[in-house]
């Protein structure tokens, strides 16, 4: 029984644990205590790893990571993962998306409530100083306040949902949504950023991005308005660190509450030093159950990961097999063999692989390209290809890869096309399925032909005289080869190309002797 090893890097609940080790297929390994050094030998010969923020998943990470297939984050933010990376060492990156919203939630309505009523700091002078003095501790309401919420994604939409619920004013900047997802719910849907600085309460929802690091800076809380009130349940940076320090110390920022820091752990950070911020060690995702969900699922999703059978919210996979019609997945498999027979037959450098389709098909450009890319770099390279890692190693490489939807001007129904050029030669293939889903190879280099992609081909060029046929079989029959199936494809500049499959490779010498033969342009074999 084939074994895999799942190492856990950061602590998930005890469930996702006891679903590791019930299954007789895995070797997991509990590092979540490991330090981040020691962790690098731990994941050397791991197949999958879980992790979630504190693990960094970096060019260090990925570069000890020799075997891994996938990484599962257990959890939302993936910006500590470098997905790039990732992509060109064929892992899979994966996360798990909804787990833990209703935890981010409700950490930010604690928040911002807290924001509002200064609750720590009252909490801390009865119970840790022992003051009751009730006239220190006004605070202001939620009702009737103006809420911005940037990011309408799961969280943001639904702290809207629940601060609609306190009779506030909500408005929702996304620009990736369509603006009924806010309308629907009841919340403004609102285009202008400008619009969320003039907001009495400020809290942002997004991915941490190029896009989206330092959105709000100095110059945005500048256009605010006084006594702004900013929450941060998302990510450390969001808010530029030294302009929200700047806004809070100078009033012109009431309150804010952080869950997040740029750098974490963060326990000797200025904005701690501030009487005018709630914050928590980044807890949004800390509750027992979006914990448990988290750890079932993360556990679930590197289960199957590491036996390959799904890869489910995948970042880095070209290819979603969900949105792939059953019609088109021999046409997946099919390419990819067309394109490893193109290279085969045309062993050079490759310049350019152009792929091109007609008929339903033509509308998977995208993922029928990933495939003949993978069977055309596969053992090419030297670098192990997969269809997560095909076109980061193509572009590396130099390799142009075109696509080209074509006018359905053949007689079948779907056809798909791949041109190989390398700085020798060119090889063109055209394949397609019967509807009994019989794979066929319709054409090479202008030769029509009708033969099935399977077995030893050696496919013979020659000038179109008589008699070779019979020289080329009787050559064969010398050197002990049997023919299984012998087509030909004759075109108008007086040339042949015979593809004959048989049962046993052909050796170099029959080749040698092939090529002699004085009708002989070239012979080519391909085993697939
Ligand atoms: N503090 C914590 O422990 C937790 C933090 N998070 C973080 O919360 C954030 C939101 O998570 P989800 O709502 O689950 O993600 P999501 O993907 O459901 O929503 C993100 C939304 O941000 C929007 N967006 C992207 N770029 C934008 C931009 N430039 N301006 C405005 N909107 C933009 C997207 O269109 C999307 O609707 C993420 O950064 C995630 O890592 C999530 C869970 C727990
Ligand atoms: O899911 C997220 O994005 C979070 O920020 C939660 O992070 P964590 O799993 O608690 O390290």
Same mark, same amino acid.
């Given at each position: 029984m084939e074994k895999y090893k799942v190492v856990v890097c950061d602590h998930i609940h005890e469930a996702g644990l006891e679903m590791l080790q019930n299954d007789p297929q895995i070797d997991y390994v509990f590092a979540a205590d490991v330090d981040k050094t020691a962790l690098l030998d731990v994941i050397a010969d791991a197949d999958v790893a879980i992790?979630?923020?504190?693990?960094?998943?970096?060019?260090?990470?990925?570069?000890?990571?020799?075997?891994? +297939?996938? %990484?599962?984050?257990?959890?939302?933010?993936? !910006?500590?993962?470098?997905?790039?990376? /990732?992509?060109?060492?064929?892992?899979?990156?994966?996360?798990?998306?909804?787990?833990?919203?209703?935890?981010?939630?409700?950490?930010?309505? *604690?928040?911002?409530?807290? /924001?509002?009523?200064?609750?720590?700091?009252?909490?801390?002078?009865? &119970?840790?100083?022992?003051?009751?003095?009730?006239?220190?501790?006004?605070?202001?309401?939620?009702?009737?306040?103006?809420?911005? %919420?940037?990011?309408?994604?799961?969280?943001?939409?639904?702290?809207?949902?629940? /601060? +609609?619920?306190?009779?506030?004013?909500?408005?929702?900047? =996304?620009?990736?949504?369509?603006?009924?997802? *806010?309308? !629907?719910?009841?919340?403004?849907?609102?285009?202008?950023?400008?619009?969320?600085?003039?907001?009495?309460?400020?809290?942002?929802?997004?991915?941490?991005?190029?896009?989206?690091?330092?959105?709000?800076?100095? =110059?945005?809380?500048?256009k605010m308005k006084d006594g702004v009130v900013l929450v941060n349940c998302a990510r450390g940076g969001l808010y530029n660190e030294e302009a929200l320090y700047d806004g809070l110390k100078s009033g012109k920022i009431r309150f804010a509450g952080i869950d997040v820091?740029? &750098?974490?752990?963060?326990? !000797?950070?200025?904005?701690?030093?501030? =009487?005018?911020?709630?914050?928590?060690?980044?807890?949004?995702?800390?509750?027992?159950?979006?914990?448990?969900?988290?750890?079932?699922?993360?556990?679930?999703?590197?289960?199957?990961?590491?036996?390959?059978?799904?890869?489910?919210?995948?970042?880095?996979?070209?290819?979603?097999?969900? +949105? %792939?019609?059953?019609?088109?997945?021999?046409?997946?498999?099919?390419?990819? +063999?067309?394109?490893?027979?193109?290279?085969?037959?045309?062993?050079?450098?490759?310049?350019?692989?152009?792929?091109?389709?007609?008929?339903?098909i033509a509308e998977y450009l995208d993922s029928l390209s990933t495939f003949v890319t993978v069977g055309t770099l596969a053992d090419k390279t030297g670098d192990t290809i997969n269809y997560v890692n095909a076109s980061f190693i193509a572009e590396q490489k130099g390799i142009k890869i075109e696509t080209s939807a074509e006018l359905d001007s053949s007689a079948y129904k779907n056809l798909i096309s791949v041109k190989l050029t390398t700085d020798k030669r060119v090889v063109d293939i055209d394949a397609t399925i019967f509807e009994e889903g019989v794979q066929r190879i319709v054409e090479v280099n202008g030769f029509d032909l009708d033969v099935e992609p399977k077995g030893n081909f050696t496919l013979f060029k020659n000038t179109d005289v008589p008699g070779v046929i019979g020289k080329v079989g009787s050559l064969l029959a010398r050197n002990g080869v049997n023919i299984g199936d012998f087509r030909l494809g004759r075109n108008s500049n007086g040339e042949a190309l015979a593809v004959i499959i048989t049962d046993t490779p052909v050796k170099d010498a029959a080749l040698s002797e092939l090529s002699a033969l004085e009708e002989c342009i070239s012979v080519d074999t391909v085993r697939l």
């Open positions: 992790t979630r923020s504190s693990t960094d998943v970096d060019d260090k990470f990925i570069g000890a990571a020799k075997q891994m +297939k996938a %990484i599962v984050r257990a959890g939302v933010g993936v !910006d500590n993962v470098d997905i790039d990376g /990732c992509s060109k060492e064929g892992i899979i990156v994966m996360n798990v998306p909804t787990a833990n919203t209703i935890a981010a939630v409700e950490l930010t309505m *604690a928040h911002m409530l807290s /924001c509002m009523r200064m609750f720590p700091y009252s909490h801390d002078h009865l &119970k840790n100083q022992r003051i009751w003095k009730r006239e220190k501790w006004y605070g202001y309401e939620l009702k009737g306040k103006k809420l911005g %919420i940037i990011g309408f994604g799961n969280i943001g939409s639904r702290v809207g949902v629940r /601060c +609609k619920a306190f009779e506030m004013d909500v408005v929702a900047y =996304d620009p990736y949504i369509p603006a009924s997802k *806010a309308t !629907d719910l009841g919340v403004k849907y609102t285009d202008s950023f400008d619009e969320i600085l003039g907001c009495d309460i400020i809290t942002i929802h997004t991915p941490k991005n190029s896009e989206t690091i330092d959105i709000i800076g100095a =110059d945005e809380i500048a820091f740029k &750098k974490e752990p963060a326990t !000797d950070h200025p904005l701690l030093d501030l =009487d005018n911020i709630v914050v928590s060690p980044h807890l949004g995702a800390n509750t027992f159950e979006s914990q448990y969900n988290i750890g079932t699922q993360a556990a679930q999703q590197a289960i199957e990961a590491a036996k390959g059978i799904a890869f489910p919210n995948a970042f880095n996979l070209p290819i979603d097999e969900t +949105k %792939i019609p059953a019609f088109v997945k021999p046409f997946l498999e099919l390419g990819q +063999k067309i394109g490893f027979m193109a290279s085969e037959l045309n062993r050079a450098p490759i310049v350019s692989i152009k792929v091109s389709a007609q008929g339903d």
